[in-house]
């Protein structure tokens, strides 16, 4: 079983994690050049907060 990693300690040179997060709003957006996405702001156990988002192609 994969350990759970903090959002504090993920690193943009790998692609694979497993955290555990909380949904804090979630929201679709739209934009030309983008197109449809679904944005969202994350929050971890040790109340550090995450900007995302997923492109709706990837849904």
Not at 46 to 54: E, G, K, M, P, Q
């Amino acid at each position: 079983m994969a350990a759970i990693t903090n959002v504090c300690d993920l690193k943009p040179f790998k692609s694979m994690w497993k955290i555990r997060v909380k949904i804090l709003h979630l929201w679709k957006q739209y934009s030309a050049s983008g197109g449809l996405t679904i944005e969202m702001v994350l929050i971890d156990s040790n109340v550090r907060h995450l900007y995302s988002f997923c492109s709706v192609i990837f849904m």
